[in-house]
């Protein structure tokens, strides 16, 4: 009778510890990246990109330790903490203002200044007066009354990283996602990239970032990743997929029109890219 017991134990213990690697196979828990910490599901791999490309730059965003909460611009904890799998290691502004548009345009704002692109680096205010960051560098600055915004010197030339973090202050505080959807532009889903936008403007509305991207050369399956914050103000974080645990946290070109992200539904006509 004990031998019995004793196998059943020995078998709910392999059992549970098998299941337990199933659904954590696709992890490295020991991962400091996007790239390292994310393992692509069997038959899948990732694409050859550029080193300088923005699609290589978010696939190399420096993550938090495995297990990281999700912390508010206020040094809280985010309410919610079961919607993302990893936490982006960057830091928060403490103030509201890095939402969902926010970390998104964050995102590509920083990879432009990192390889000095700074004429790409615009971005235009809800009431679409075109904030560029090279002119803010030489050292005009923005007056905004009600809804009237314009351009006055008041300072010199600044290239610094200080600078830069001034104006994107600005942006946070007069760009969202409402903005982000006038700016960017629709595309097909079929063509989804690292770097493309799932996105809903409106007041509110909600964006997410594809961070990264892996195929099925057989299949012609493509499976992504997402990046969000959310309000109030929030560390960036990857989603996991609720709606698919084993392959949790990718998500499949397979879908018929929705998807299902933890804290918002997008459909497939959701999807807009920058320049």
Known sequence: MKKHIFLAICISLF???????RTNSLINESGTTIQTRFLPPKNFKREDVDLNSFAAYLRNLPLKKHGSDVILYNGKLKENQSAHIAVVDKPILKLDLQQCADAIMRCRAEYLFKTKQYNKISFN????????????????RIKVDRNKVSWFEAAKLDTSEKCFNDYMKVVYNYCGS????????????????????????????????????IFNPKTKEFKFLLLQSYMPAQEMQILKNNNDAVN??????????????????????NVYSFE
């Open 248 to 269: 949790s946290p990718w998500y499949s070109s397979l879908t018929d029109y929705e998807i299902g992200t933890p804290e918002y539904m997008f459909t497939t006509d």
């Open 178 to 213: 409402l903005s982000l959807s006038k700016q960017l532009k629709q595309k097909q889903f079929a063509k989804l990239e690292i770097g493309d936008v799932l996105l809903i403007g409106g007041s509110p509305g909600h964006a997410e970032l594809v961070v990264d991207k």
């Open 15 to 21: 059992a549970f510890l098998g299941f337990r690697f």
């Open 125 to 140: 205010f809800t009431n679409g007066f075109k904030a560029d960051y090279i002119r803010w560098r030489e050292g005009k």
